[in-house]
C-alpha cells in the first residue's frame, strides 16, 4: 500500500489486518487467473482520506462464486464462507471480512454506477480510480441517504483532502451530485 497515512493509521489503530486479509486474497485470485479492484475504505484511505476501516475489505472480481470456490477451497487454508451470504468470506486468523463486489452490476436496486471490471491479474493490491470510487460512494448514498452517510463523508474528505477540481470526470450519471457536493463546500468556506 502506498499511502504513507494511511499506513500510519493502520499500524496504530491495529487494523493492518486489512491489508494482510486484502493481500491473501488477492494472491489467491491471481492464482486462479482472476482480476480484482479493491473499493471501499482500503481504497478511500489509498486516495487521501485515511478514514478508519476496521473489519471489512470489498472486492470487485468478475464473477463472485467462482471467487468465493477459490477462496474458500482448502479447508485449512486462511478463508471460510460465511453463512448465509454468498459474497462473503472471512480470515480465519483476523476475522476480516471480504465482501465480493460483482463487476458490471450495481450494488442495490435503485443504484446507476455499476461496479467497474478489473482487468489485471496480479497478487498486488489494484485500487479503483478515484473517480470510479467518487462515483460509487456518491451513488451508494443516493440509495440509502442515511445508512450510507459515511460514503458521502468520504467524497466530502477527498474533495476536501485533495482539494480535487468541480470538473473531476465522474461517471455523468452521478455528476450532478459530486457538482452539488462540492459547490455546497466551496459555500462553506
Request: proline share 6%; with cysteine; charged share 25%.
Amino acid at each position: 500500500m502506498n499511502n504513507q497515512a494511511a499506513n500510519i493509521l493502520r499500524e496504530n489503530t491495529g487494523t493492518s489486518g486489512l491489508v494482510e486479509s486484502a493481500r491473501a486474497a488477492v494472491a489467491l485470485l491471481a492464482e486462479h487467473d482472476i482480476p480484482h479492484l479493491i473499493v471501499g475504505g482500503l481504497a478511500v484511505q489509498e486516495h487521501g482520506y485515511p478514514c478508519v476501516a476496521t473489519d471489512l475489505v470489498e472486492i470487485v472480481v468478475p464473477d463472485v462464486l467462482e471467487a468465493v470456490e477459490f477462496l474458500t477451497a482448502s479447508v485449512t487454508g486462511p478463508f471460510f464462507r460465511v453463512l448465509k451470504l454468498q459474497d462473503r468470506v472471512e480470515d480465519r486468523s483476523n476475522g476480516v471480512v471480504i465482501d465480493l463486489l460483482p463487476a458490471g452490476k450495481v450494488l442495490k436496486r435503485g443504484c446507476k454506477i455499476p461496479f467497474p471490471w478489473p482487468e489485471k491479474v496480479t497478487e498486488q493490491l489494484q485500487i479503483v480510480s478515484l473517480e470510479e470510487l467518487l462515483a460509487l460512494k456518491l451513488d451508494s448514498w443516493a440509495g440509502s441517504p442515511l445508512r450510507r452517510l459515511k460514503d458521502k463523508a468520504d467524497v466530502v474528505e477527498l474533495i476536501t483532502r485533495r482539494k480535487l477540481p468541480r470538473d473531476l470526470a465522474v461517471n455523468p450519471a452521478i455528476r450532478a451530485l459530486y457538482t452539488e457536493t462540492w459547490d455546497a463546500l466551496k459555500n462553506e468556506k
